[in-house]
């Protein structure tokens, strides 16, 4: 009973969503020849992507997914639902929104679709400037009203900042911090990379079935995404624990590949923006959750460092039955309207 209830329910929210959502397309845009920074070059990168609405002047709002993400895994009621439709915040008969998958995720270039670890070693500068040549190669949008991410996407929002300064009206980077990797953060991505380089199996790369390393690797990411308290309430014997990670784990597994988890936590190793952040002109609105355990709010480097930026306002949404720990990032409820403040703040007569 409960499972079909909750089905109905699912479905429900999927129909509203279909109903109030406009009409989006899907696509892909390709760069010739892609130099990277660590020296490679690939004759052609595929940069798939969703939008919504048409380019018109300074009205283009980049969304940019977490890592092992897709633009698709933003297609869901409590965030897109919440956001694009008729008179919503972002609504696509404004603006013209586009939700990539990142280099190496998705459906766009990466390991698995072919060269495995002959695949060129990207990281988020890579991913960040496939992502600026979309919006101006392939849509030809000379300026941006919102460049805004989620996890991964937020650490690429503020190196957009930073690189483009001129080139956004907005940056919203959510649930990440404006440092480079160490920590908590740097350790559960060293858990994955270690275990998947050190698997036997992995076979430097050419494996003819997943490693078993890989659910290792998907149980961590299980693990960092989400708050204690929810995940008590999931498990709360360790019978259940074992019952609901085992869940995980084989609904997560065959959408997976090693290759492609090795190259997406690894892209993070270049990723440091605290040197520029001064160079942001753009308001930034940055907005952390208190129970993030990827970025948690004791170390106070969130409200440090956002000193430095100009424009720049921190905002750490209190514990709550609706967070979810560094997941609180995709439920657009948490944080719209620190998003409606934004847009009212960095408006142009749009």
Wanted: net charge negative; proline share 7%; aromatic share 8%.
């Amino acid at each position: 009973m409960r499972g079909w209830m909750f089905g109905l329910i699912a479905l429900a929210s999927q129909w509203t969503l279909a109903a109030e959502m406009p009409a989006g397309r899907e696509g892909d845009f390709v760069l010739k020849n892609f130099h990277f920074r660590s020296g490679e070059t690939l004759p052609e990168v595929r940069i798939h992507y969703h939008a919504w609405g048409t380019p018109g002047k300074d009205n283009a709002v980049l969304i940019v997914h977490g890592t092992g993400g897709s633009g698709s895994s933003l297609i869901r009621p409590e965030f897109s639902g919440e956001l694009f439709g008729p008179g919503q915040l972002l609504d696509a008969s404004r603006y013209f929104v586009v939700l990539p998958d990142a280099l190496g995720h998705g459906k766009s270039s990466k390991p698995s679709d072919g060269l495995h670890a002959k695949f060129p070693k990207y990281g988020y500068n890579d991913m960040v400037e496939a992502e600026y040549r979309l919006l101006t190669e392939g849509f030809g949008v000379k300026h941006a009203r919102l460049i805004m991410g989620t996890s991964m996407g937020c650490m690429h929002t503020w190196l957009f900042g930073e690189q483009h300064p001129d080139f956004m009206d907005a940056l919203m980077p959510l649930a990440c911090l404006p440092t480079a990797m160490s920590g908590r953060n740097r350790v559960w991505r060293k858990v994955v990379i270690d275990a998947i380089r050190n698997d036997p199996a992995w076979n430097g790369g050419e494996y003819s079935k997943q490693p078993p390393a890989l659910r290792t690797a998907v149980g961590m990411l299980w693990l960092m995404g989400s708050n204690p308290v929810l995940r008590q309430k999931e498990a709360p014997t360790r019978a259940k624990a074992d019952e609901v990670l085992d869940a995980y784990i084989a609904q997560n597994l065959p959408q997976d590949d090693a290759n492609d988890l090795l190259y997406q936590v690894e892209s993070s190793a270049d990723y440091d923006p605290g040197p520029g952040l001064e160079k942001i002109k753009a308001p930034l609105y940055a907005v952390n959750s208190a129970d993030d355990l990827v970025n948690p709010p004791e170390l106070r480097i969130l409200e440090q460092e956002i000193k430095r930026v100009p424009h720049g306002k921190a905002v750490v949404i209190p514990f709550s039955d609706q967070t979810r720990g560094h997941g609180s990032h995709t439920i657009a409820v948490l944080w719209k309207q620190y998003l409606q403040e934004l847009l009212q703040s960095s408006a142009h007569g749009d």
